[in-house]
């Protein structure tokens, strides 16, 4: 028995040591040509005070951007049982496809920005009761009304499908595989263009987005509110932490890693909307920007969207600092 536990130690030791330095030494080779997009959602624009439109508009034309990612909200587009709202998501892609701009619009359950699920209330009305069974049934005609209104457009080159549903985080009920599954049958039954999974890029190794996705997409944040120890962190990972999950990626499913949401406006303790200027300034400022910006170039991964356009604006228009928006435009 002895002997069988040192073999272990032994054993456990190598590999400790191996997944140190397989995860956190080495050195990317930065991409040659990194496409930067933005992610915008017309709910969190509204939430920080700004005309979301204006805001949209400003995207479009001032900063000239090209790679957009827009989140669409279940209880904006269905407030009512099958009562669709779609005026504001058609004016968004119409705006998007006269200026050529390339979309990816992310729909399902959990598609992002606090509390993450955007469950209308009259759904959330029915999980309590006996009616809880048709729950799944909401969520894919809801999906199935979306996608075939707008698979005809032109701007639209992929559909992200939920937003690391696998990941705990938000006010969410627990999303099963089996439900996924049937989300992305769906989708594959309607349109033909791909489908990006997300999943988390500090907690996870991504295998259950390759396996579900045609294109992975990862979340990269640099400093947080971590609430589990109730401080203000900066994550330990380096760079080649992400490029090397990358690589497992494409060599054990054959697929392309994109970072779906780099971290360039604040994470506070409280929403941002709830948080002081000064505080906001403790997870970014304008040289923490920067040096985000400077990692993610540095993992090697060659598709960026920037999670936080909407402060950007917040921050030219009343937070009296235009240098962030300023600053993207030589990035578009």
């Known amino acids: 028995m002895r002997k069988i536990l040192k073999y272990f130690s032994i054993f456990l030791s190598f590999f400790i040591i191996f997944f140190f330095c ?3 030494v080495g050195k990317p080779k930065p991409a040659e040509k990194i496409e930067w997009g933005v992610v915008f959602s017309q709910k969190h624009s509204k939430l920080l005070g700004l005309d979301w439109r204006e805001n949209y508009l400003a995207i479009l034309d001032d900063l000239k951007v090209k790679n ?27 705006e998007a496809e006269e200026k050529n701009a390339k979309l990816i619009l992310v729909i399902g359950m959990k598609t992002g920005r606090w509390p993450e699920c955007h469950i209308p209330e009259w759904v ?8 809880f069974q048709n729950y799944e049934k909401f969520l894919l005609d809801y999906l199935k009304t979306v996608i075939e209104r707008y698979k005809n457009s032109k701007a639209i080159w992929a559909w992200q499908l939920e937003n690391e549903p696998f990941f705990p985080f938000g006010e969410c009920p627990k999303i099963k595989k089996d439900l996924v599954k049937k989300e992305i049958e769906l989708v594959r ?19 259950n987005a390759a ?18 120890i109730k401080k203000y962190i900066t994550y330990p990972f380096p760079p080649v932490y992400y490029w090397r999950k990358a690589k497992l990626i494409d060599f054990f499913f054959g697929k392309k890693v994109i970072i779906a949401e780099l971290q360039a406006e604040p994470w506070c303790k409280n929403l941002i909307y709830n948080c002081p200027l000064e505080e906001q300034k403790i997870t970014m400022n304008f040289e923490q920007f920067k040096k985000n910006v400077n990692f993610a170039r540095n993992t090697g991964i060659d598709t960026i969207y ?8 917040w921050m030219k228009e009343k937070g009296e600092d235009p240098r962030f928006w300023e600053n993207v435009k030589t990035f578009f």
């Open 306 to 313: 920037f999670w936080g356009v909407e402060w950007w604006y």
């Open 211 to 228: 396996k579900f996705g045609d294109i992975v997409g990862t979340t990269l944040h640099r400093k947080v509110y971590f609430k589990e």
């Open 22 to 24: 397989f995860f956190f």
């Open 189 to 207: 039954s309607l349109d033909s263009r791909p489908i990006i999974f997300t999943d988390s890029g500090e907690f996870s190794l991504w295998i």
């Open 68 to 94: 957009l990612k827009i989140i669409v909200h279940w209880d904006l587009i269905e407030p009512k049982e099958n009562e669709y709202f779609f005026e504001d998501l058609d004016w968004q892609i119409k």
């Open 124 to 131: 959330k009305f029915q999980i309590p009761n006996s009616k």
